[in-house]
């Protein structure tokens, strides 16, 4: 494994898969069904590949694994430079999980231009495992801002009424940020001489130039996080967009702005990241309590999860900057329970949605009677949600409060009114949905979960179980990652004569 491309492989993998569909010609229904075909066997292929990942891991050293180094631009220093630690191979394989199910999810769904939208999905997928893979500031940097290229498509060309303005809302909220990213990188580049984020990563950055650093990768972090107040384009692209645009959105895209502040806030910044801490807790409070309660005002079920998802990721820019054990595994353990449970909540809206073409809460009532299958999935994924024990979303959650306790009581407390007020608007809308007398003529003859569809949720609640009941099998993977990241941030702080505290 260690001589083996694998990484080059995953990522490309997905590109080959859209170069056959871009040369599948015939009858527009013929074309169509060949293109889901073969979008489906590339994705799940990559999936497989990037099974070896975890089976060839070693969780006993926070060295990167499974490296590849080219020289592409020399005279710049700009090699194609991948590489996966403890951190980076949980998210490579969230993505290789959720692009089939995505793919599954849009079989029937998407009936116009099927094979344009498979190859966007697929891009879409090489970009997203490129950007967890690349240990080059630059490279990272192409996949990071390549993603919005076919989700702009996806959401403008298959998404609803208001496609348009949510794909430009979201282009133009990440653009900004983006730039001013770029502007950092060329400045960090000019400090260390490399592109190298294996030598960034080591590179000691004057304490003066640290704070616009940090403030240049926050703001575009925290737009892809999304962060309170930057966080409005989100409710509308996951409204506007497909189902399984919205599904990727939230189960995948959402966590390039906590991946960016473990790869490159904290330990490329570390005084920087302790002097603006402050200010992460304060807009993750807000993110998580006022969120939380516009949560509970919708009436969209799709506008309710998407602002939930808000909510989650308050967690886990709060847990991050903890700089504890468990405040940062609790951080990245709730990214990956969301990305799979968030993911598994949108499906659920699109299953209704597919059958009557509503979102609204109130046109559904009873379903319970008509569908148990889906009412059983539902509720499953509703108290992970939650974080009720033995659920994935409870392990996440618990070691951030656990971490926040460790260093701000106050900002602990006001996370788990979060928890609360999660009960509260799930329970809200799980019964409205499900409950009651199912009195509306629209759904009296509405069918249950069919098989392609209760395929799609299996593995979904497997995981999701698995993260609640076993969750050694997820944690052995970071933890001497995050034991190495925590000591190089507090050996950095130390030196510069700041007040370390040592991790529990």
Known sequence: ?????????????????????????????????????VALWTSAVTFILSLFLWNGFDQSTADFQ?????????????SYHLGLDGISVLFVLLTTLLTPICILASWTSIKDRVKEYMISFLILETMMIGMFSALDIMIF???????????FLIIGVWGGKRRVYAAFKLFLYTLLGSVLMLLAIFVMYANAGTTDMTVLLTHAFPAE?????????????????????????????HVEAPTAGSVILAGVLLKFGGYGFLRFSLPMMPLASADFAPLIYALSIIAVVYTSLVALAQEDMKKLIAYSSIAHMGFVTAGTFTLTTQGIEGAIYVMLSHGVVSAALFLIVGVVYDRIHSR?????????????????????????SIGLPGTGGFVGEILVLVGLFAVNTWVAAFCALGVI??????????????????????????ADMNRREVVIFTPLLVITLWMGIYPPAFLDFMHVSVANLIEHVQTAQAAAGMLVAVSP
């Not at 499974?66 to 700009?78: A, H, Q, T």
């Not at 999660?422 to 003529?441: C, D, N, P, S």
């Open 1 to 37: 494994m260690a001589e083996f491309p694998i990484l080059s492989l995953l990522i490309f993998m997905p590109l080959i898969g859209a170069g056959f569909i871009l040369a599948i010609r015939g009858d527009e229904e013929v074309v169509a069904q060949n293109a889901r075909n």
């Open 66 to 78: 499974f490296i590849e180094k080219y020289e592409w631009m020399p005279s710049f220093g700009i």
């Open 141 to 151: 940097y192409i996949f990071f801002e390549a993603v919005l290229i076919p989700m």
């Open 209 to 237: 130039i640290q704070p616009w650093l940090w403030l240049a990768f926050f703001a575009s972090f925290a737009v892809k996080v999304p962060m309170w107040p930057v966080h409005t384009w989100l409710p509308d692209a």
């Open 360 to 384: 609204e809460i109130s046109d559904y009532g009873g379903l319970v009677e008509r569908m148990p299958t889906y009412a059983l999935f539902f509720m499953v994924f509703m108290l992970a």
């Open 421 to 446: 007020l999660g009960a509260a608007y799930m329970l809200y809308l799980y019964r409205r949905v499900i409950f009651g007398k199912l009195t509306k003529e629209s759904l009296k003859q509405i």
